[in-house]
């Protein structure tokens, strides 16, 4: 409603659409069945821009805004959340490391695969002890001898997104102060060597295309990208935008859903619709999601403004999430004992919204983010 959309990414979003009607929704299920997405499917988004929105032309990619971004994760999650988490941790974290902190010739090796799709990215973060305390990360990156900039990496990563199908994952690890003042940083890690070995993969109640894993790292090399682990996390702000976007597109397609079956179930000779009770969650869902959509807007306009969007991203992630999960539980409740059954749409929409609350930093965390920054901008 608010966003400053060029002429080519309005027709890029038309196209996105389409994509999601004819291509993405009708196969949601049996993606969801088969617990992953096909093969071909990479190269497909490729071609229609979506591996490389947030990347340099120069490299074969969009360089699309960031509110061109969060409205294509938001209109893909009406058709797979677990599709549009995928393209959005893609976009804003391993596309956005490799071009904020890779050198140039790791730029020109991975980027123009990465856009064809010929290259598949992860980016591994959390571990086994180091979920929402990031800075317990425990994996670590010791210099190799005699090739500079190249590490060896050992530990284990967990609950990394897209991690089995990866060709390159972005790796945080502790190393040496001389290499990062706050002693971590990022390296990028191709899985074609013995060093990599993938211990298991993890199969969640939601989201279930997406390939989550846990993987180990034995004197696995990989190539320095020079940064701080603070410049590096620093990333998650536009990527919480991305979980923002796909919180209101699940919301805004079980909304969908739920009004119209109330137009065409009746119960005691009314139509659903026509019952108050039924009507106050149509209205209530309306509004929150209204609500998210503006928190949503204004963080990527500010994005695109160049302006801080630490408070702005968090409010719009943590807000857009429990609307997701609010929406999707009166969908269900709208549609009854049907609801709770395979046969609607709205209990996959149900169970996939919950991540949205714990992905790229919970709520609670969320919450902490923006009391800090309520508390920095108050007066001395």
């Known amino acids: ?215 180990k790292m034995t004197n696995a090399e990989a190539w320095h990208t020079p940064c701080t682990f603070t410049e590096a996390i620093g990333l998650l702000y536009r990527g919480r935008l991305g979980i923002a976007a796909m919180a209101l597109g699940i919301a805004e397609k079980a909304h969908e859903l739920s009004s119209a079956y109330s137009t065409e179930r009746e119960q005691f000779n009314r139509k659903l619709c026509d019952m108050q009770s039924v009507q106050n969650m149509i209205a209530d869902s309306e509004m929150e999601i209204e609500a998210a959509r503006l928190l949503l807007q204004k963080g990527a306009t500010l994005y695109d403004q160049g302006k801080d969007v630490v408070k702005a991203s968090s409010m719009a992630k943590l807000y857009a999430s429990e609307v997701a999960n609010m929406v999707t539980n009166n969908a269900i409740q709208i549609h009854g004992g049907r609801g709770m059954t395979f046969e609607y749409l709205v209990e996959k929409l149900w169970r996939d919204a919950k991540l949205t609350e714990i992905g790229e930093g919970c709520s609670e965390i969320q919450r902490m983010v923006i009391a800090k920054q309520v508390i920095k901008s108050l007066p001395a």
């Open 1 to 215: 409603m608010f966003l400053n959309l060029t002429d080519e990414e309005i027709q890029f979003l038309d196209q996105v659409r389409d994509f999601v009607a004819n291509e993405v929704l009708p196969n949601t299920r049996e993606w969801e069945t088969n617990t992953a997405f096909p093969d071909d499917i990479w190269p497909r988004l490729g071609e229609l821009g979506l591996l490389g929105m947030t990347m340099p032309k120069q490299w074969g990619g969009r360089e699309y805004s960031c509110s061109a971004y969060v409205e294509a994760c938001r209109e893909l999650a009406k058709g797979d959340p677990a599709l549009s988490m995928n393209i959005a941790a893609i976009n804003a974290l391993c596309i956005g490391h490799i071009v904020v902190f890779g050198t140039p010739e790791q730029k020109d090796k991975y980027l123009p695969g990465i856009a064809k799709g010929d290259i598949k990215l992860a980016w591994g973060l959390t571990e086994p002890d180091a979920g929402s305390d990031a800075r317990r990360v425990r994996s670590a990156a010791t210099a190799i001898s005699g090739r500079d900039g190249w590490f060896h990496l050992n530990g284990e990563k967990m609950f990394i997104t897209n991690g089995g199908k990866a060709d390159l994952i972005i790796i945080a690890a502790n190393c040496d102060p001389s290499i990062s003042a706050d002693g971590k940083s990022a390296w990028l890690m191709e899985t074609n060597q013995p060093g990599w070995e993938l211990l298991e993969r993890i199969h969640t109640i939601g989201v279930r295309a997406s390939n989550t894993v846990r993987f």
